[in-house]
């Protein structure tokens, strides 16, 4: 990255976002990142794959959500870097109205962002902690961009497993939900204890890379699929099958399915 980075923020600390751009392939990332990023992939081979799956699962996803449910405007919080294929483009490409609001809370990620999409008319980056639901929903740059009166599709892919549970993630969606429009959707993916590719993940391996992921911005908080579909309360799944015509993918994913380590739900406000 030959961008200047915003005041306060130290390359020389593994960050999240750029770990996961360099799962991705991507070049917007520092040696801290990569060293980090490296190290978590050779402990857990499958960690590029899943990147790429769940990437995957966003098209399909978006697909689904603009072809067939009829969604044109998209809250993707906890967005990191928009890179290649990112939602805006996805969802543009069966809806050319769609609106995407990305939100993130790192200076670094939202400078990007606008950078990028600084030519994309219908999609905005914007400054915002999911941690803060309701401050993040009073944005008056989302609240111009989006129309809460009407269904949205907010998208929490690879970032509640960043969310503490003192920081109340079933409050989070809560007061995601209560915010929402009837008819609205809510996609996300989330990383899941014990085990990968259905076989377990030795105890010292899960300790590295928790302690890894310590030393960086954020912190991991694994959650079972159990606890993950108990968080959403006021939602309906949406079977996995009902995904699959949009799946162009073999690992397409869908509501409450297993992908390598994670687990990925799409549900819908009633």
Same mark, same amino acid.
């Given at each position: ?34 060293? %980090?990023?490296? !190290? /978590? ?5 499958? @960690? &590029?794959?899943? *990147?790429?799956?769940?990437? =995957?699962? #966003? ?78 929903? %009073?944005?008056? !740059? /989302? ?5 809460? @009166? &009407?269904?949205? *599709?907010?998208?929490?892919? =690879?970032? #509640? ?110």
């Amino acid at each position: 990255m030959s961008r200047r980075l915003p005041e306060g923020v130290d390359a020389s600390v593994p960050n999240v976002a750029r770990m996961y751009d360099y799962y991705l392939g991507g070049k917007d990332n520092f040696a801290a990142d990569r060293a %980090a990023a490296e !190290e /978590i992939m050779r402990l857990v081979p499958e @960690t &590029r794959a899943e *990147a790429l799956s769940n990437r =995957a699962f #966003l098209r399909v996803a978006a697909r689904y959500l603009t072809a067939l449910a009829g969604i044109s405007q998209f809250l993707d919080i906890g967005t990191g870097l928009p890179t290649q294929g990112a939602l805006h483009e996805v969802a543009a490409e069966t809806c050319a109205d769609a609106r995407v609001a990305y939100a993130d809370y790192d200076p670094v990620v939202v400078l990007h962002g606008q950078a990028v999409l600084a030519s994309a008319g219908r999609s905005i980056a914007v400054r915002a902690d999911l941690r803060d639901p309701v401050a993040l929903l %009073a944005s008056p !740059e /989302i609240r111009n961009h989006l129309d809460f @009166t &009407r269904p949205v *599709a907010v998208f929490l892919l =690879a970032v #509640l497993h960043f969310i503490a549970d003192e920081d109340d993630p079933a409050g989070i969606i809560a007061t995601l939900r209560d915010a929402l429009a009837p008819g609205s959707y809510l996609v996300i993916s989330h990383i899941v204890p014990g085990r990968v590719r259905n076989r377990p993940v030795d105890s010292d391996v899960a300790a590295r890379v928790y302690e890894i992921y310590g030393q960086a911005t954020e912190r991991l908080h694994p959650r079972t699929p159990e606890q993950i579909t108990g968080l959403l309360d006021g939602f309906e799944l949406i079977k996995p099958e009902t995904l699959a015509a949009y799946a162009q993918f073999p690992d397409h994913g869908g509501t409450a399915s297993a992908s390598p380590v994670g687990w990925r739900v799409l549900a819908r406000k009633p």
